[in-house]
């Protein structure tokens, strides 16, 4: 493995992402090279003092420390599969969005070709590369995380999260998940508000103390969860919990139930297994159901 301290990096991928990453790294004193697919968008970078790769060839044969920011898992094969044979003993760190899956299957590649590989995922935008707010998660080799913080923690705040490669993205997503489904029930709760009138951003301003309250019952959820016991007293019970009710308000201000009533279906298929009786948690045990 190489030793990224002092030594340059190479950029793979300019667009939004790619551009935030370099640009950090020369701000901080780094010697970078940068490829592009469209070469136009490596000139800004040029003027800024990185050096611009004439090929791909050239772009990882500059750096024994390769980054590559694209746009997904095929493009990431798109650009290294004609190179990768002479990229032996050069480092891999890949902060292109891909599912746990994907990631591991770089890493098994990147292997087979003698390269150290290290997966990333970034918990950011680019306006906030080298501020303390953003934070990339990482997976895969220890030694590379070690070696390359010099390099990463220009970034933003790194964490290790394991040794499978799978394990940054899945947290990612994960994160996502989460983010989005709760983003789907705002924008459920504001059309069934403008139904009657009320803008969205009366909604947004009532409903953003309420919700924000609300993710108190997060710690509460896990320990349930963790705990092991559905039907630990104080909770409030599944049957008390239905939602039927909103589902039908929904659907009589001719506004779409969709995600209410994926919850409400959660729910329903607990309280007809016979766990009505037992707290709301109880519908993370359906959502596992769907892994198998
Ligand atoms: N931007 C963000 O806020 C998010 C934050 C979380 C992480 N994502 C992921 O970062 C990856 C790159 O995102 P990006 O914002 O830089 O994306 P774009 O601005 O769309 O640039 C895409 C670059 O990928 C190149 N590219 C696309 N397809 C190919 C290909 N087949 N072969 C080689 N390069 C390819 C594209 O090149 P070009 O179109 O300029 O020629 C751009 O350099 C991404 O995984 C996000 O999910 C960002």
């Known amino acids: 493995m ?13 667009g939004a992402m790619g551009s935030a990453l370099a640009t950090t790294l020369l701000d901080a004193g780094h010697a970078v090279t940068v490829w592009n697919r469209t070469s136009a968008r490596a000139v800004d970078l040029s003027a800024r003092g990185a050096q611009a ?8 044969a500059a750096n024994p420390l390769i980054v590559a920011c694209l746009l997904d898992h095929a493009s990431v094969h798109e650009t290294l599969d004609p190179v990768i044979a002479g ?25 087979g070709h003698g390269v150290d590989h290290l ?10 590369i080298g501020t303390p707010e953003a934070s990339i998660l990482y997976s895969g080799s220890r030694d590379v995380f070690d070696a390359s913080r010099p390099v990463l923690d220009r970034w933003a705040t790194s964490t290790y999260d394991g040794a499978d490669a799978g394990l940054a993205s ?14 789907a029930g705002f924008l459920h709760g504001a059309a069934m508000a403008g139904s009657v009138g009320i803008s969205a951003t009366e909604f947004a301003a009532r409903a953003t103390p309420f919700l924000s309250a609300m ?29 039927s009710h909103i589902v039908r308000a929904s659907e009589e201000q001719g506004v779409r139930p969709t995600t209410i009533a994926a919850v409400q279906e959660l729910i329903s298929e607990q309280i007809a297994d016979g766990h009505g009786a037992e707290g709301f948690a109880r519908i993370y045990e359906s959502l596992r159901a769907e892994r198998t």
């Open 2 to 14: 190489t030793d990224p301290q002092g030594a340059g990096v190479t950029v793979l991928g300019l």
């Open 53 to 60: 790769a004439s090929s791909i060839g050239a772009a990882v």
């Open 87 to 111: 990229m032996r003993g050069s480092t891999l760190v890949n902060l292109t969005t891909t599912t746990p899956n994907e990631a591991r299957e770089l890493a098994t590649w990147a292997a």
């Open 119 to 128: 997966d990333g995922a970034i918990m950011a935008t680019p306006p906030m």
């Open 170 to 183: 899945l947290v990612d997503l994960a994160m996502l998940s989460g983010m989005y489904s709760m983003f």
């Open 215 to 243: 993710t108190d019952g997060f710690e509460h959820f896990a320990g349930v969860i963790d705990g092991g016991d559905y039907a630990v007293p104080g909770q409030q019970s599944l049957d008390f919990s239905d939602l």
